[in-house]
């Protein structure tokens, strides 16, 4: 049986790592920023106030916020060799990276809403993990969010990926 197709066969979402890892695919694991990797800056994911969310997000108070369980384990999958994606629907900031790198977050991509897109969140990330994923032939993708619908558009428009409400 192809691996892809034994993939797609394998309901269980802790073994179908194991079996891709076995088949020497890529694991890609994407994660959220917000409420999933730290607490969120501001008040936006409860109003959905932008304006008040780009006064809010300062690199100042993203420096403060509390880191949530997610990260240690975004850290021992980097040591394990999965490639690691940073995925939010803020607006790029140039000193993202930056607070990552003082969080102490690893990464092999990082993405964030260019200045210029106005597209819904879901959309967003669908289009870039699909970006990503296409660089690689063979892979399996986890990915890590907070917003349900975020999950749901990313489960049903990326192949291979399994979905992590937090």
């Known amino acids: 049986m192809k691996k892809q197709k034994l993939l797609k066969v ?16 890529k694991i890609i694991k994407a994660f959220d920023f917000d409420d999933t990797l730290f ?6 994911e409860k109003d ?43 607006e790029h900031k140039w000193w993202f990276k ?7 977050i690893p990464y092999d991509y990082v993405r964030q809403r260019p200045t210029t897109r106005n597209i819904e969140s879901h959309k967003l990330k669908r289009e870039q993990l699909i970006e990503i994923c ?9 990915f890590y969010d907070d917003s349900k619908l975020n999950c749901d558009t990313v489960e049903q428009g990326v192949k291979f990926a399994t979905v992590h409400k937090i």
């Open 10 to 25: 394998i309901s269980n979402k802790y073994l179908i790592p194991k079996v891709a890892k076995s088949f020497d695919m």
């Open 39 to 44: 607490t969120a800056v501001g008040t936006y």
């Open 48 to 90: 959905f106030d932008i304006k008040k969310f780009t006064k809010d997000n300062t690199f100042l108070r993203n420096l403060f916020t509390k880191e949530l369980p997610l990260a240690k384990k975004l850290r021992q999958a980097k040591k394990k060799g999965d490639i690691i994606v940073i995925i939010t629907a803020r």
């Open 98 to 104: 930056l607070l990552l790198w003082l969080k102490r």
């Open 134 to 142: 296409s660089k690689y032939k063979s892979y399996y993708l986890d």
